[in-house]
């Protein structure tokens, strides 16, 4: 159970972080217009991911998964602010 | 959705582990919360006279005051108005050194000791850091996500038969099953209360660290730069160097009434302002206040030389970092709606502290050997540390609302006598339990919360005078409510103590709730 959580508590941390950034940023208007509404849903997303994490069979696989999922993230997510097709 | 068994194991698994670390913080939280919601009430019913609600004219006779002999104040500075935080108006702002000076109408000299009583300031701090100085918020923001977690987990275990055993509250030979039944009904029927708690909670005490962390990651680090606007209602205006007077503060709550009114808003009552380069022609003063069928009516910022409006920030236009900030707090502190409001949520507050005792003493019961009288080492040492912790600390803030009648009398310094009366006597509720076995120090805790709340309404009668029928009678609602509060609570804790001598008496022998258990 240990590895599952803790890769849904750090992995899934830069998982939260990318989707929650790619929300924020990918929705109409600056940024900064929906930035608190983002920060507050930060929270339940992560824990969610944390518990969601023990749905992967076992530890590796949620490592593996959770880590690229959040990679793919955030890369997405700066190369989209790199371009200004966000903003 | 259908989980299959070994996940289920490990969500019941992570649902214990996480009511382990975090139970005993998050009772604590719950009653110290719970009782916060009376905050200030609990304030006029702590100080040592009943003051009228002072006037905007002496609250203007306080700002020009403070004006006039502290240069600092100029920079920033903050008022409550008269019947905000307390029945007179006060102001608050930084020293040259950073220190916060306090000042009130009846003591319109700065000085660095918050103005009221300073029991509904401790009781508040054990509720949101344990009273821990600094790490204790960041643990309590811990604490929270721990919540959430359990939430889920709780919820995920229950489904399957959540809605055949919802109502279902099964006494009788099982014990264990009667306490999960109460469990899990209280714990499925206040889940929005609790899932706005483990939200906002989380918010309050984690937003800066979190912002720090997801700033660089996600924002290119313009986060916290961007944090301040999205919370303020203007924008910061710079000094223009050129000296202006100050409109009257009569000025600033009249153009704030009539701009509410125009946006549809009724009987707007302002509740704080903060002040920014008092005595500049860029003078800019933000007023907040409520109205009634509102969540929080708002903010509104304007130009404190002329009273013109520069921005606003009010309930039905204002953008949506601003609803979700006003409707986060009012959902967190329940300052919304009237007195029905406040109790419901005092209600659902001891609630959840009874959800998480619960918790622990399922945890207890599901690994009892029941067939020999020593019980295992875990469950003695989580027996002992929920009755110290939890009943403790009930004992610990009736002593400290006893200390706040008494150490005026005595002369001697409030503020430190009920830190020591609060920490002290939960020390020794803890120690006690170390030294008893479960089941008598439980039982013991509770008569002794039971006659310390009891003694509480009295010691207000004889310190101040103002008896349940004097306050009742003389029209002081809020007087008369903590004292029937703290009797109702004492009847509450004489029977829980009642009951847990009859467990330990009549109930099954082999258990550390039992009479003859061993230590």
């Given amino acids: 159970m240990w590895a599952r959580v803790s890769a849904g508590a750090i992995p899934g941390f830069f998982l939260s972080v990318a989707a929650i950034g790619l929300i924020d940023w990918l929705l109409p208007g600056p940024w900064q217009a929906a930035l608190l509404p983002c920060m507050l849903a930060f929270c339940p997303l992560w824990v969610g991911v944390i518990c969601a994490s023990l749905k ?29 097709w966000v903003r | 959705m259908k989980l299959k068994p070994t996940t289920l194991r490990a969500f019941t698994s992570l649902h214990s582990w996480v009511g382990l670390l975090a139970g005993l913080a ?104 344990l009273g821990l100085p600094v790490a204790g918020t960041y643990l309590m ?26 109502f279902a509250l099964r006494p009788g030979r099982n014990l264990k099953r009667f306490w999960q039944d109460a469990h899990n009904a209280i714990g499925v029927l206040s889940l929005p209360f609790h899932a706005v708690f483990a939200v906002t909670g989380a918010m309050l005490c984690l937003s800066v660290v979190l912002m720090m962390a997801i700033g660089p990651l996600a924002y290119r680090g313009e986060l916290l730069a961007a944090s301040g606007a999205a919370m303020n209602t203007a924008p910061v205006r710079p000094e223009a160097g050129v000296d202006a007077p100050l409109a009257p503060l009569s000025t600033w709550v009249a ?81 919304y709606g009237n007195a029905a409001v406040r109790w419901l949520y005092f209600l659902l ?49 009736s002593t400290t609302a006893l200390a ?38 439980a039982r013991e805790l509770l008569w002794l919360t039971a006659a310390v709340t009891a003694l509480v309404p009295l010691a207000h009668g004889i310190a101040t005078g103002w008896w349940i029928w ?26 829980l103590a009642r009951a847990t001598a009859r467990r330990a008496r009549q109930g099954e022998p082999n258990s550390v709730w039992a009479e003859e258990s061993a230590a």
């Fill in chain 2, 26 to 129: 998050l009772f604590v939280a719950f009653y110290a919360g719970a009782i916060t919601v009376f905050q200030q009430p609990l304030r006029q019913w702590a100080s040592p006279h009943l003051a009228a609600n002072g006037s905007l004219d002496d609250m203007q006779r306080l700002l020009d005051h403070v004006l006039a002999r502290h240069p600092a104040a100029h920079q920033s500075l903050g008022m409550t108005f008269p019947g905000y935080f307390q029945p007179s108006a006060t102001a608050y702002w930084p020293d040259r050194h950073g220190t916060w000076q306090f000042a009130t109408t009846e003591a319109p000299e700065g000085r660095p000791a918050r103005p009221g009583a300073p029991l509904p300031d401790l009781v508040d701090e054990l509720h949101y850091s």
């Fill in chain 1, 56 to 84: 992967f069979a076992d530890g590796k696989r949620a490592w593996l998964w959770l880590s690229a999922a959040a990679i793919v993230g955030l890369g997405l997510l700066r190369a989209l602010q790199a371009l200004h």
């Fill in chain 2, 349 to 397: 507050g001891l609630g959840g502290a009874f959800l998480f005792y619960s918790g622990n003493l399922l945890w207890i019961e599901s690994r009892r050997r029941r067939r020999q009288p020593v019980q295992g080492r875990s469950s003695r040492v989580m027996a002992r540390a929920t009755v110290g912790v939890c009943i403790g600390v009930c004992a610990a803030i």
């Fill in chain 2, 141 to 166: 923001g811990v604490v929270s996500l721990l919540y959430g977690i359990a939430l889920v987990s709780g919820l995920l275990i229950h489904l399957p038969r959540l809605a055949k055993d919802l």
């Fill in chain 2, 255 to 335: 153009q704030a009434r009539s701009t509410a009114r125009r946006q549809g808003i009724d009987d707007f009552a302002p509740q704080y302002l903060k002040l920014v380069h008092a005595g500049d022609r860029h003078a800019t003063v933000e007023i907040t206040g409520t109205a009634p069928h509102t969540m929080a009516a708002g903010t509104l910022a304007l130009d404190a030389h002329s009273g013109t409006l520069i921005a606003d920030q009010l309930q039905g236009t204002r953008d949506a970092n601003h609803a979700t900030l006003a409707w986060a707090y009012a959902l967190h502190f329940g300052d």
């Fill in chain 2, 404 to 441: 706040a009648q008494v150490l005026p009398r005595l002369g001697w310094n409030v503020d430190t006598g009920e830190r020591w009366a609060c920490f002290a006597s939960w020390a020794l509720c803890l120690l006690w339990t170390c030294l008893r076995t479960p089941a008598r120090a």
């Fill in chain 2, 470 to 495: 004097r306050s009742a009678a003389a029209g002081h609602a809020d007087l008369a409510a903590v004292d029937l509060g703290a009797l109702a609570m004492a009847a509450c804790f004489a029977m």
